[in-house]
């Protein structure tokens, strides 16, 4: 039979797992157990919903077998859903997720971090190299006659052949290497087992050899761990558990157990990550959260259990109030599945909150993971806006690290009337923006918001707590800035205005004396009405190529001494070149590239000569 080749993803991911998960050698049979619950959990379902399956004699559990003599061989055995010979090529010899090559390119070298990343990932099937030289799966599919063969060495090609098996399910066999034979041991199997899958739902037997007679022996607790009383579950069977269904190398930061009783019974068990999923900004991301009803699995991949602003947490929803064939059809209009996803939601955001006043050490860990997500949730799930607001968090001009809206309202001064922020694409350049002079000056506090979303998620919330949020970034916001001698002064730099509106022409929409500047003698500023510049750079970033061009207001700092030359008038010339200067070099520090960067360079050279 012809040989297949790896994806080059598997490839390189293999490389690494091999290199980088050694000292969490062991997570390889965790991964397989997990793997052969997926499939009974799949098989459950279908024995309960599916009419062809209905009558299939299924009693679900795990076998593990190992060879106690030469210790060359470790075997991990289900009566699950089972593969096909196409299921075996898609999911043994690809990653099918999206980001993959991206995710492999965030990898350093450093066994450590990339340890982390790698389990985050969720490597499953490939952690068996680690230990094995060589690797077997057969596998028949429910419902199909015909079993197949996938072995490979994990050096880069794999076989799919035609063989028997007598039954539906998988079985995967571990030649071991040197670096394995450890785990043909039975302490060492039951070590494992009970450290990583004891709360597994489905019995896994052990079978040994014991004074020459072969022995079967359950090795787990085998029931789900989720129903069980919080009272008698540790932080360590939350925190293996989490690794289980997560595939994480890490402990999780936080956990969630709700029990509810009483007209609507369900159970959820929620976790959220150190680290952020690798796949959370991607349009596909991966959903972490199964659903159950009366402990049979339904689906793990419905986007709908959870808002996508929580889309990072990992866990399990169990309710008894479902029929077991209910459709994701159902599901989504279902008014059960909207109660316990409302009051789940409620619970969650009850939760960080709490930690927020409690330990606020570790969320900040947290809103260093999950703040952008949080902030989408202002924009996408209004219901939930009150208690988002609470828990967002920004930079500011004022205070070291971040600070909730709440802080900033504690701070503002007496006859203060808005909430002012900017916002832009760097925190370094935000900090460093003429457009913050004048609030300095005048010891305000403004708000720096370095996040793309923050461009549209900001704008949408209007008010906290009845105060207007206003960004410095567009005109009009400095009017509370104006005193009777800046307005004056606006009147008498007035005709210069109008000649440099002139001469830049339809290159800005107006010209404006400025109350924001105290040290720059320009600034560019979106009208009210008009994106700013760096939301426009995010919608062709977005692929809207077709923008009409929107043209920035131009500030010009009338106390400034470029300024007060310009007005004697003498010099006509002077006036144009140094008037495209202004608009350009207000441009330069807003980060956008200039037109013509060569007209730029022989103006400032003129302007030079004359200087010097």
């Known amino acids: 039979m012809p040989k297949h080749q790896f994806q080059t993803e598997v490839s390189q991911l293999l490389h690494l797992i091999v290199h980088s998960l050694y000292s969490h050698k062991e997570i390889f049979l965790r991964e397989l157990i997990s793997n052969a619950s997926d499939a009974l959990d799949k098989l459950k379902h279908l024995t309960l919903t599916d009419d062809s399956f209905k009558n299939m004699n299924f009693e679900p559990r795990i076998d593990i077998e190992f060879d106690q003599e030469n210790q060359k061989t470790l075997t991990v055995k289900d009566n699950g859903i089972g593969m096909n010979e196409e299921d075996l090529a898609e999911n043994l010899g690809t990653i099918a997720r999206s980001g993959t090559k ?22 499953g099937f490939y952690s068996s190299f680690m230990v094995a030289d060589k690797v077997d799966v057969i596998s028949r599919k429910a419902g199909e006659d015909q079993a197949w063969l996938w072995t490979s060495d994990g050096q880069g090609e794999y076989e799919i052949i035609p063989v028997e098996r007598e039954s539906q399910g998988t079985t995967v066999t571990l030649h071991l290497g040197e670096e394995g034979k450890e785990f043909a041991e039975k302490w060492q199997i039951e070590s494992v087992v009970k450290k990583y899958s004891d709360h597994i739902a489905f019995p896994i037997y052990l079978h040994h050899e014991e004074e020459k007679e072969k022995k079967e022996e359950k090795i787990n607790d085998a029931s789900a761990l989720w129903q069980k009383p919080k009272s008698e579950l540790t932080e ?3 925190n293996q558990f989490y690794k289980t269904i997560s595939h994480d190398n890490d402990d999780p930061l936080l956990y969630v157990h709700t029990q509810a009783e009483g007209t609507l019974e369900y159970t959820t068990l929620f976790y959220v990550p150190k680290k952020a999923p ?6 596909d991301y991966k959903p972490g959260v199964k659903l159950y009803v009366k402990r049979v699995f339904i689906t793990d991949d419905d986007k709908e259990l959870l808002p996508s602003f929580l889309r990072f947490v990992r866990g399990i929803i169990d309710t008894e109030d479902l029929p077991l064939n209910v459709s994701r059809e159902i599901l989504q209009k279902n008014q059960i599945m909207a109660k316990i996803r409302k009051t789940s939601v409620k619970k969650l955001l009850g939760e960080f909150k709490n930690l927020a006043e409690k330990d606020p050490e570790t969320f900040e860990t947290f809103i260093d993971e999950y703040n952008r997500p949080l902030k989408e949730g202002l924009y996408s799930e209004f219901e939930y806006r009150d208690d988002l607001l609470e828990l967002v968090r920004f930079k500011s001009t004022k205070v ?6 709440a802080g900033y309202k504690e701070r503002m001064k007496e006859d203060q009337k808005a909430i002012y922020y900017i916002t832009g694409e760097k925190e370094a350049v935000l900090r460093n923006s003429p457009l913050l002079e004048a609030y300095r000056k005048k010891d305000l506090e403004v708000l720096i918001m370095d996040d793309e979303v923050d461009e549209i998620v900001i704008p949408s919330i209007g008010k906290f707590d009845e105060i207007e949020l206003k ?3 567009r005109s009009g916001t400095d009017d509370e800035l104006k005193t009777e001698k800046d307005e004056e002064r606006e009147k008498e730099v007035k005709p210069l205005l109008d000649r440099i509106k002139e001469v830049l022409g339809d290159r800005v929409k107006d010209v404006v004396a400025s109350s924001r500047l105290s040290e720059s003698p320009s600034c560019i500023v979106a009208d009210e009405n008009d994106p700013t510049m760096q939301m426009q750079q995010m919608l062709k ?7 009409p061009e929107i043209k920035p207001i131009l500030e010009v700092n009338p106390d400034h001494e470029i300024v007060k030359r310009l007005e004697s008038g003498e010099n006509d ?24 960067p060569s007209d730029f360079v022989k103006r400032l050279n003129r302007v030079l000569g004359k200087a010097v």
Not at 105 to 119: M, R, V, W
Not at 541 to 547: I, K, P, V
């Open 102 to 123: 991206n995710f492999l390119s965030q990898l350093t070298g450093d066994a450590k971090k990339d340890s982390n990343l790698i389990g985050q990932f969720g490597v």
């Open 236 to 238: 360590e069977e939350y």
């Open 278 to 283: 690798f796949d959370m900004y991607y349009v």
């Open 400 to 405: 070291d690290g971040w600070t909730s809206l």
């Open 471 to 473: 960004s410095v970034n």
């Open 541 to 547: 970033a977005m692929g809207q190529t077709e923008l």
């Open 573 to 596: 010339e002077l006036v144009e070149d140094v008037s495209y200067l202004l608009l350009d070099q207000a441009l330069l520090v807003e980060g956008a590239q200039l037109k013509d």
